[in-house]
């Protein structure tokens, strides 16, 4: 069963930055594409930003696209959202979630990927 776990999430100050990383277990990254989710509270989940196994497509919603970047090490087994300029409202529960892409050059935002972490929160202050 693969694992997903989340990391680097946390308090920080509008305008600032934050990393946070997604470690695959018991298989290899390059075999899914690797999407990243929110929750923020009182809210349903929503996805932010994906990329596809080969990590040549990327995908983000428009409150993501351009602050956010999505990248993969493979040798680490590991994705990064690095999440710039970061405001109020990406307060939240951030998920990754992994999945077996139908595709293998491009990837998708939407509830059923295979493998989810147990989020992380980040929480952006005024």
């Known amino acids: 069963q693969l694992q997903v776990v989340e990391s680097g999430g946390g308090l920080v100050q509008a305008g600032e930055s934050l990393r946070l990383s997604c470690a695959l277990y018991g298989d290899t990254l390059d075999y899914y594409s690797v999407g990243w989710f929110r929750q923020a509270p009182g809210k349903e989940r929503e996805g932010v930003s994906c990329i596809s196994s080969t990590g040549t497509f990327t995908y983000y919603t428009d409150s993501a696209k351009g602050r956010f970047t999505i990248s993969r090490d493979s040798a680490k087994n590991t994705v990064y959202l690095e999440m710039n300029a970061l405001e109020p409202e990406d307060t939240g529960v951030y998920y990754c979630?992994?999945?077996?892409?139908?595709?293998?050059?491009?990837?998708?935002?939407?509830?059923?990927?295979?493998?989810w972490g147990q989020g992380t929160q980040v929480t952006v202050s005024s």
């Open positions: 979630a992994a999945d077996s892409p139908e595709l293998y050059r491009s990837c998708i935002l939407y509830m059923g990927y295979d493998y």
